[in-house]
C-alpha cells in the first residue's frame, strides 16, 4: 500500500502549507482550512500575501511586507518560530504559533519552505468547559461572545464582594467609528460580518482572564484584571486596536476594515457601576472628540 506524504499531511493536527521560492502556495492542509476558514481551491496558485493570511506581529506591522518568517527563511535556509496573528476569512484576528523550515533540491538548493501553524489557545479544564455550557444564555446572538447581561452580571459581583482589590480592575467601552458609513454603503449583512469580525478579533486577543462583551449596536466593552497603572492598561488597549485596525473583510475586490475609539477607565475607591461605566463612555466620546481611532484612559 503506497502512501502519500500529502495524506499524511492533511491529517496532522495543525495548519500545513509549503511555497515555492516565489512564496506561490503549492500545498494547503484541511486544518490550515479549519484554523483560516480559506478553502484549498480558493489559495492553492496564489501567494501568501494576496489578501490571504496577512501575518501581522503584536505592534500591527504586516510582516508579508517586513518580516516575515517564511520569507526570511527562504533567503537564508534557517528554521523558525514565531507567535503571529494570521487574517481568518471572516476578517479577524487570529492568534497562532508558526514553525518555518525550509525545502530543498537533491542538490541542497532552497526551492520553497514549509509553515506549520497552530492556534496559541488556552487548554480548558472540564470545569471551564461546563460552566461556558451553562452560559450560552449570555452569548450574544450575532457575535457569539459575552453579551450585556453576562458584563452587567460580572460587574454586580465585583461590586458585591469585599475580597477582591477592585483598584487593579479596568473597563472600557469601545466604539466603531463611521459605523453608519458602513451599513448605509454596504448593507447591514456587511455590517453584521464587521461587528463578527471585531468580536472574534477580541475574543482572540484578550488575555485569559480578561473578558470582552457586546453592549449592544456596534459598542463592545471590556473588562481587563490586574492593571496596576494607567500605562499598563494603554499599553494592552494599543495592541488591541492595533489588531483591529488591521482586521478586514474582502468585499468585491475591496478590502474593508474600520477602526475604534477607546475609553478606560480603573475602578476607583467610591465607584459605583453607575460611575465606572459613565467615565468610561465619557472617555470613549472625548475620543471621538479628538478625531477617533484613539484611546483616552482617565
Not at 37 to 65: P, W, Y
Not at 125 to 133: D, T, V
Not at 216 to 221: L, M, N
Not at 265 to 286: A, Q, W
Amino acid at each position: 500500500m503506497k502512501i502519500e506524504i500529502k495524506d499524511i499531511l492533511d491529517n496532522l493536527f495543525g495548519g500545513v502549507y509549503y511555497v515555492d521560492k516565489n512564496r506561490k502556495i503549492e500545498y494547503w492542509n484541511k486544518d490550515a482550512e479549519r484554523i483560516t476558514g480559506f478553502s484549498r481551491e480558493e489559495v492553492i496558485g496564489k501567494h501568501c500575501h494576496d489578501n490571504i493570511l496577512q501575518h501581522v506581529d503584536e505592534a500591527g506591522i504586516n510582516l508579508c511586507q517586513n518580516g516575515c518568517p517564511l520569507h526570511a527563511t527562504i533567503n537564508d535556509g534557517e528554521k523558525r518560530e514565531a507567535m503571529v496573528y494570521l487574517h481568518h476569512k471572516e476578517g479577524h484576528r487570529v492568534p497562532v504559533i508558526v514553525r518555518v523550515v525550509p525545502l530543498k533540491n537533491e542538490k541542497d538548493e532552497i526551492i520553497g519552505a514549509v509553515e506549520l501553524f497552530f492556534e496559541n489557545i488556552k487548554v480548558q479544564s472540564l470545569e471551564e468547559k461546563i460552566n461556558e455550557l451553562k452560559k450560552e444564555n449570555y452569548k450574544d446572538e450575532l457575535t457569539k461572545i459575552n453579551n450585556r447581561k453576562f458584563l452587567e452580571e460580572i460587574l454586580t459581583e465585583i461590586f458585591s464582594r469585599k475580597n477582591i482589590n477592585k483598584n487593579n480592575i479596568a473597563f472600557c467601552f469601545l466604539d466603531v467609528d463611521d459605523f453608519k458609513f458602513i451599513n448605509d454603503n454596504y448593507g447591514h449583512l456587511i455590517g453584521d460580518k464587521i461587528l463578527s469580525m471585531i468580536a472574534n478579533t477580541l475574543k482572540s486577543n484578550v488575555r485569559p482572564a480578561d473578558k470582552a462583551f457586546r453592549w449592544g449596536g456596534d459598542e463592545f466593552a471590556l473588562i481587563l484584571f490586574d492593571i496596576e497603572t494607567n500605562n499598563q492598561l494603554h499599553e494592552l488597549l494599543t495592541r488591541l486596536k492595533l489588531l483591529i485596525n488591521d482586521s478586514f473583510i474582502n468585499y468585491k475586490q475591496e478590502k474593508l476594515n474600520v477602526t475604534m475609539s477607546f475609553g478606560a477607565t480603573k475602578i476607583r475607591k467610591d465607584d459605583t457601576i453607575n460611575s465606572l461605566t459613565k467615565r468610561s463612555d465619557d472617555n470613549m466620546y472625548e475620543s471621538k472628540k479628538k478625531g477617533k481611532d484613539v484611546i483616552t484612559v482617565n
